[in-house]
């Protein structure tokens, strides 16, 4: 019986079909097709796009999860094109990054997407991809303003580059402010003052020296008190060097520290381990605070080993880093910066804060 029913209705919508000959039908019909077509012929016109991208150093926490998002959104993408993106490992070393860009360069790359590893070098960076016409969008280590500014008017290759990255004093301010809304405002020994440590980033990254000034000027104003600077160590963002600091100022300065600033939360991990070690306890004795919103790092808030940190949205940055590259390759023109913000994260919006 349902075969019948359906034998019968097919039936009927192809008579239906035969029927319909009115001029309006067939010319609804060819437009039909032609838009059809057309949709056919742009993906078949999709074009491999070649994204050459090259990482400060492949061994970063943050830089890792920046680059596995931006590998995976450029495999999302519905434009019709493919976009063949090839990420190499500047393992630290400008002199490897710059032949690197040197042979995206000679390949023919679309685009560059560049993680300087000394923010110094952009300018020779700038002058190779305007030599050879590549669109560059440079990411989280952010070029001098002049740098910016070099061929901003230029009639070519003005609006072929951009920045695309967080504005660190925000991340330094929101620390400082993460340590100055606490009721005691960290003054554990309440002399008036915060004792601190500060362990840095790289200091030649404008993020390092920026979470550095802002974290202390902030807390200045928010909290009214004084500060008192025991150590500043650099720590090149990385955890064992972040664990050694703090070792190590944990045992000539005891229970004079009341607060450890990092500059990211690698380190803070880090000096999370030393000060268990010492026997510490973080909200009670010591405060800590860092910088990215690293997973290990919620967890330790979540269980109060850390006061917080500022969530550093790699997911945002990658997305507008890949967006500003489609738009170059399209010969769509970039503005010079792209901003995505920071967010301050404690056990207050711990469940939240990204979403
Ligand atoms: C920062 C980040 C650090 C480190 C650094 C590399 O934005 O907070 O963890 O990845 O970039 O330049």
């Known amino acids: 019986m349902k075969k019948l029913l359906a034998t019968l209705a097919s039936g009927a919508m192809l008579l239906s079909l035969v029927g319909c000959s009115s001029a309006s039908t067939a010319a609804t019909a060819a437009a039909t097709e032609a838009a059809a077509a057309t949709e056919a012929a742009a993906a078949a016109s999709g074009k491999t796009v070649k994204v050459g991208v090259s990482i400060y150093k492949f061994d970063d926490n943050f830089m890792t999860l920046y680059r596995t998002e931006l590998q995976k959104y450029f495999g999302e993408q519905t434009d019709g094109n493919t976009y063949q993106v090839d990420i190499q490992d500047g393992k630290g070393d400008q002199a490897e990054q710059t032949n690197q860009i040197d042979n995206f360069i000679q390949q023919g790359y679309d685009v560059l997407i560049i993680n300087l590893v000394q923010s110094t070098s952009a300018a020779t960076v700038m002058d190779k991809c305007k030599e050879a016409n590549i669109p560059c969008v440079f990411i989280n280590r952010q070029p001098s303003d002049d740098d910016m500014n070099k061929y901003k008017d230029d009639a070519t290759y003005g609006g072929k580059y951009t920045y695309v990255g967080a504005d660190a004093r925000q991340s330094g301010k929101f620390q400082g402010e993460i340590v100055a809304d606490l009721p005691n405002k960290g003054d554990l020994n309440g002399d008036g003052k915060l004792q601190y440590v500060m362990v840095q980033g790289d ?83 010591i405060y800590l605070v860092g910088v990215d919103a690293l997973a290990d790092a919620i967890s330790l808030i979540k269980a109060g080993k850390m006061t917080g940190t500022v969530y550093n949205d790699h997911v945002s940055q990658s997305h507008k880093a890949a967006d500003a590259a489609i738009m170059a390759v399209n010969g769509e023109k970039l503005d010079q910066f792209y901003w995505v913000d920071y967010i301050k994260v404690t056990s207050d919006n711990i469940d939240t804060y990204n979403k």
């Open 203 to 285: 200091p030649e990254n404008v993020d390092a020296q920026y979470r550095t000034e802002f974290s202390i000027s902030q807390y200045k104003e928010k909290s009214g008190l004084d500060v008192e600077q025991l150590d500043m160590q650099r720590g090149d963002w990385d955890q064992a060097k972040g664990q050694e600091i703090v070792a190590n100022d944990l045992s000539q300065y005891g229970d004079k520290i009341e607060c450890v600033f990092c500059n990211n939360d690698a380190m803070a991990l880090g000096a999370a381990q030393a000060i268990e070690a010492a026997g510490r306890t973080v909200g009670k004795d």
